[in-house]
């Protein structure tokens, strides 16, 4: 979006509250989505989760093509559109909603910082995967052993990586993490990589439990010891 | 760890040891970590591959990029980061992610894409540490290839107009120092007293966006209205890479002569003595330093004279 366009939308998004009927549009799941798009997902609709805004999730196939900037996920909410997590966080801020407030400026920094980590090796270990770009998995293998790690050791033994409270951060290595997780490849590696990080695994267990099942969209939730 | 270190990297300029970032972090790295490198500078007589500079060699290794020179360096005991926690090496690979994706686009667009600056500075720069015919090639290879880079950043180019691009990736970058900023706060370095592989690179990356005079300077503005992002760069020059009296380049000989005058005009407010000397070898500049009145004259014209003095 240009500079123009984003205050424009800004200023709008504020003037009305959150609707009930607010919309998150994706591919189809199953052989549809990516992995890169589905993880985007699964990260924004955390995060507003996180805030407590209802979202209603719709697959669909042209979801790509439904997007004015051609970029999945995006949501519609009131008579705007919005796409990709970062901008969706802007959003959601003009209109009061926000998990990073309590944050000081370091620790905000930090907080960007580490997104762009995952950004940077997550998202590129997602997309060689996809496209089973054989010659570089070693590398990539590698990269997302650093940053698993690297997230690891951020985390510590937190609840959330700015403990107490989620923020974006959070949102967002759980859309990935879960994504690598859960979904079926031909190669396991990736997952194993993760795998390798207990605290990575509660992480993802934990916010799952605490924002997907017990908003009532799974049939029970199971509480872990 | 006898084995000689040669690092091949591309020269420096306007103060600067290096004026590319690559080569800087590695430079500056090596300094941090005691690691003792024999630096060649890339020249026109030079016959190795450009592309790839900065290069590490020694006697049975050739390597290639900043991280993997960081790394082979550590593996020979040359290491920054020994005291750094666990979370702070976390936070150091954090970081250096947000430097390359969200200032790294923006510093090659200054010195590669944005015309003014390509062709008047960085073009001539590097052409001249090139051979013909390489000279008229190479330059525009580098050129299109840091426009590469910052077009696979930002994804999508064909629904982007190039200025929409720019105007993102301007701004991710200033964001991007003022967060730097933040983090970096009163502190001398990133992580308590000693400098770290993150300072090697934020000192990399900032330091040529700092001292290399642009035609085209909107980021550089914004990083000199930061001023401890400033200070930080400064220091790490002066004690790390102080420039013998023959190095300094004239930039820097600029910088020392401002100073050299700022300084005089504060001695001059302290002191009225001074003031006068300087008055007097103003007004008489063929003749040596006259020697204080008083010490030649009498009593009588001493006390006169001693009265001339304490007027302004």
Redesign the interface.
Known sequence: M??VAEAFVSQIAAAEPWPENATLYQQLKGEQILLSDNAASLAVQAFLQMCNLPIKVVCRANAEYMSP??KVPFIHVGNQVVSELGPIVQFVKAKGHSLSDGLD??Q???M???M??V???LLTAELYLQWCDEATVGEVLEDVD??C???S??L?TQPYFFNKQPTELDALVFGHLYTILTTQLTNDELSEKVKNYSNLLAFCRRIEQHYFEDRGKGSSSIRSS | MAAPLELSCWGGGWGLPSVHSESLVVMAYAKFSGAPLKVSVVDNTWRGSRGDVPILTTEDNIVSQPAKILNFLRKQKYNADYELS??Q???T???I??L???LLPAVLHTFWVESDNYFTVTKPWFASRIPFPLSLILPGRMSKGALNRIILTRG?PP?YHLR?VE?QIY?DAKECLN??S??L?TSQFFFGDSPSTLDAYVFGFLAPLYKVRFPKVQLQEHLKQLSNLCRFCDDILNSYFRLSVGGISPAGQEMVDANLQKLTQLVNKESNLIEKMDDNLRQSPQLPPRKLPTLKLTPAEEESNSLQRLSP
């Open positions: 240009s500079l900037s051609g400026e370091v905000k920094a930090e960007k910082a580490y762009e980590l950004n940077n090796m650093q940053c790690q690297a997230l050791q951020r510590g | 666990a979370k090496g976390a936070d690979l954090a970081y992610a947000l390359e994706e969200k999508e629904l929409e105007a701004r967060l730097l933040n983090r706060g």
